[in-house]
């Protein structure tokens, strides 16, 4: 996790330790007066005074009648036997694993923010988690039965192997702040990918793991904490032996090793700790999200004015002691909102999500990885091929899209002949051929439209932001038109598509408001990572909206959120119809500036193009896009990455071949990729979404190792 020593917040290395930032998070410190001392004790204080309200509040809560009198008769021995036998039968363990998970995650988090010097680094966005949860859904669906401590170990094979492959995807000479922590959000992109295909797959054998998924403190009796606290007691004492080494380490490699320090072994140490806690977190209560963020942050904002807060001996028990509080109340919001007994349902984890995403949002937006717009600009695009005869590239991409689409109307789990789709053309098919193609036909065409309508708006946002890794689902942009759709659902069950549609294009505006307002300055990978924010917010929101809806919205919901054709109708091809041709319609006039909106600000303004209107026509056509195929099929991520990055790299940069070319491969990828979701494991399926998100996270890491500024 070595990153370049200038990059910021973390201090340079200097020859000496008074060199450095004095209120730099983790820089040691000479010897305060006795106020430093006092101002520590009264956060600490108000830390505890946090905790211990948030235990009153939590342990009151229920459907019994338990109150202060009586939890105080409880603690001196006289409580009424069914009012102690609620407390410790019911409330208690709910609570243990809250304070279990609430410290794990808290010292895990301030481990991996020191080792890193990144502020932004947790094991959420270092894809910790997602691993972690992934072994122990595949330890699931093979029917093992894991003791706690057992599946504290598979959590952490699986955490300790996802953040090997985001630290080695990271690696390099340089690496900015935000570069590793956007690794191993798009990581846990993928890893959430894989997890979903087993759920899908193996239903039955992973049954409830979905709301588990989520973060879940219920529990059935204090057992399985009372065995894994001893494992989180151990990590946070070793990170307490560690901390001077943090406190040294935040000086920068070289001043740390001229004080005598090892410093790969160290951050070998730490991060295998970190990893330790963060699976024995998720081996209890399932992935909690963005507590590992959020506590040290909150500590790191208080020393800005208590400059002794950052000594990690400190930081660290002060950060646990916020994360118990954290997640403490997140569980106290929930079952004041949703009730005593339904608040227990819902997963403490999309609170957390949500606050947490907040903070990514708010963090990125300050911080600057470096990247700046020029790019796309300077990447390598088009063949020779390409360059030479643009039409006959044009005209092979086009025979490729026909073959994909004879295919997936052909294959499926009853192959077809040619000979039976005339029948049904003709209307003399059989009943059963009926059946098969009034299905199948819809779903090919969908996949072709809304694969046509996110490879374009792809094409469009990465055009007028000038980012190679901008696409509408890893903006974000894709997830919020799929809560609109799903708040839609939810609210109006019987709701037509119009509606749905409606509620789709709302979210993918708001989150397109949020994303180009908040990310000005052409700083590529914060906006991605702004992007990634506004993403898990938008999934936090989903979560608890399907937790909370009956079976049947449930069922159809989780169909957007998969990004599959199933059930397509005629009808909901319109949009998407309608969109592209008047997406055709403007596009065929704004070519050329698009053109020359990908190089700087300065060449369009002196060549005459009203840059504002420009980008506000361009992004309103993406956001229009995206939100009808949001609808038609669901949430659907990385076409618009891979599929305008394929077309500039065999035809060049002249939108008006690029933009042609970037409809027929996308519109091509997401017919074989439904094709194959269809047909390879036949009569089950897998939906379009999740094999496009197999295929388009490793192309978006491939992508992101590509453009580094100085390899």
Known sequence: MRQRDDAPPPAVARPAAAAARPDAPGVPLPRTPRRGSLRVGVVLALVAAWVLAAVVLHLVQGTADVGLRDLLALVTGDAVDQAAAVVVESRVPRLLAAVLVGTALGASGTAMQAVARNPLASPDTTAVNAGAYLALTLASAFGTTLAPLAGVGVAFVGGIAAAALVIGLSSGRSVSVVRLVLAGSVVTMGLASITSVVMLLLPWEVQGMFAWGAGSLSQNGSATVVRVL?????????LLLLARRLDVLQLGDDAARSLGMRVGATRVVVVVVAVLLAASAVAVTGPIGFVGLCA??????????????????????????TGVALVLT?????RAVFGSVAGVTVPTGVVTSALGAVFLIVLARRLRSGDTGEALAGMRAGTALGRRAPWLVLTLAGAALLAALVAAVLLGDRALLLGDVDLWLRGAASVRLEIILDSRVPRVLAALLAGACLALAGALVQAVTRNP??????????????LGAVVTIVAVPAAGFAMLFGGALLGAAVAAVVLLGGTRGGDQVRTVLVGVGIGAFSSAL????????????QNKAMTWLAGSTYGATWVQQLPMVVVLVLAAAVLVRTSRDLDVLQLDDLTPRVLGVAVPRARLVHVALAIVLT????????VVAFVGLVAP??????????????LPLTVLLGATLVVVADLVGRATIAPAQLPAGLVTSLIGTPYFLWLLWRIRTDR
Do not use: C, E, F, Y
Not at 469 to 482: E, F, I, R, W
Not at 627 to 633: F, K, L, Q, R, V
């Open 230 to 238: 001893p494992v989180v007691a151990a990590g946070v004492v070793a």
């Open 296 to 321: 040290p942050l909150l500590v790191r904002l208080a020393a800005r004015r208590v400059r002794q807060l950052t000594r990690h001996r400190v930081l660290i028990l002060a950060s646990a002691a």
């Open 330 to 334: 997140a569980d106290v919001l929930l």
């Open 469 to 482: 890794l901008a696409d509408p689902g890893v903006l974000g942009v894709s997830s919020a038109a799929g």
């Open 542 to 553: 989903t979560t608890l909206l399907l937790v909370r809806s009956d079976p049947w919205n």
């Open 627 to 634: 939100a009808a195929a949001t609808a038609s099929i669901g």
């Open 645 to 658: 990055h394929a077309a500039r790299l065999l035809i060049g940069k002249r939108h008006a071949l690029l």
